[in-house]
Each structure stands twice: as C-alpha cells, then as structure tokens.
C-alpha cells in the first residue's frame, strides 16, 4: 500500500535523503545491522547474482536512461563471474520472494516486507573498476515518486555516487559501511566503484504517492 508523502524537493535542498523522512520504517535495518552481516556471510557464497552490467549499459547508451529488470530478461541473465560487474540478487520481485535467495535471508526478507512501500529489494554488488555512466529511473506511473534506497552491508568506502542536483551541481556521497544511501531516482546519476573490494548493498525501491 502505498502511503501519501509531501513532495520531497519541498522538504529539503539535498539530493541525498534521511531515512526517517522517506519511510521511518527503513531504520530497522540498522536497528538489527549485526543479524543482517552474520546471515549475509553465511549466505554470499549461495546467493544467486544475476549480471545486468551489459543490460544497463547497452539501454542508459541509448536512451539516457535505466530499464527496468523484467522477468524475462532476469532469468535470460548470465550469472556472476570473476569478471567486474553490476550484479543483483533478488529477494523480493513482483512482490513475490525470490525464494532461493529469500530462503538464504529469511531474516532480512521479513525485515523488507515490514518496511513495505515496495514491490522489489534484493542484494546488489559493485565491484572494483566498474560503474554505471550518468542515466535516470523512471517514476512507476503518474503520481507515485520512486525513491532509490541502499543499505550497504559491506564496502571498503571506495564506491561513489554522483546525482545531479541542478544543471550546475553534482554532489558525491560514498557508499558507507552500515549506512544508507537514498536519493530520487529520476534524479540523473551515476555510480562508480573506484576502491579494492566489492560493494554490497541492500537495495529497496520505496514508492510514495505524491501528494498534490
């Protein structure tokens, strides 16, 4: 369901936004940051990544943009490789669990459906000396505003993310170990991973209706 918020340009100047603002209930996953890090070492060498670098790369060279992952085109996805990549690992898809990686999680797929305001989360990697080039998401549909959340589970702090606040102002913000990241998603942005090890974080996809 998804709950009314004021417009967030209204609320603050930032590209970067604080969690409670967007969805008080965000905060519980630093509430329970420690069971989220054990479960997620147990279960990294079983969780199923599928690689959309060449994916997002072909559709943001043509269209400026990024596209959204279908179903189709998830399971057409070859799987992780040693290779530098864009990787994601579904938990929550159409609503529904991705069940080999959700049963993998269990705790932090409950904590996702507590959070709600969404119809898709999972695990996504950067790894060192990849990035995606400058590209916007759109909205879902009219009146429903997309918020990009990541909650980093683990990085060395070399991971970057650029948003163009104005025609004149881009703001970095790193990725930070234990912390989140959200910004709108129209926003255009880019993402680059210029440290030594992997980024993983949580991402969630918050919709709010827009109040009007």
């Not at 579904?90 to 904590?111: C, D």
């Amino acid at each position: 369901m998804l709950n009314s918020i004021p417009s967030m340009e209204q609320q603050t100047n930032s590209s970067f936004l604080n969690p409670s603002k967007v969805e008080p209930r965000l905060l519980v996953l630093k509430r329970f940051n420690d069971q989220i890090r054990e479960e997620f070492d147990k279960a990294l060498p079983q969780l199923e990544f599928r690689d959309f670098a060449s994916y997002q790369e072909n559709y943001i060279s043509k269209e400026g943009k990024g596209f959204p992952i279908l179903e189709k085109e998830y399971y057409e996805a070859p799987q992780r490789t040693n290779n530098p990549s864009w990787c994601i690992a579904p938990l929550l898809y159409n609503s529904q669990h991705y069940k080999r990686n959700a049963k993998l999680m269990p705790k932090l797929t409950k904590m996702i459906e507590f959070i709600g305001h969404t119809t898709y989360a999972g695990i996504t990697v950067l790894d060192p000396g990849y990035g995606l080039d400058w590209h916007y998401d759109d909205d879902p549909c009219e009146g429903v505003i997309q918020f990009r959340s990541f909650y980093n589970i683990s990085t060395d702090n070399g991971t970057f993310l650029e948003v163009q606040e104005t025609e004149k102002r881009v703001v970095r913000k790193y990725f930070m170990e234990s912390e989140y990241m959200i910004f709108r998603a129209k926003k255009k942005h880019r993402v680059y991973n210029e440290g030594q090890a992997p980024r993983y974080s949580v991402v969630i996809d918050v919709l709010k209706q827009q109040l009007i």
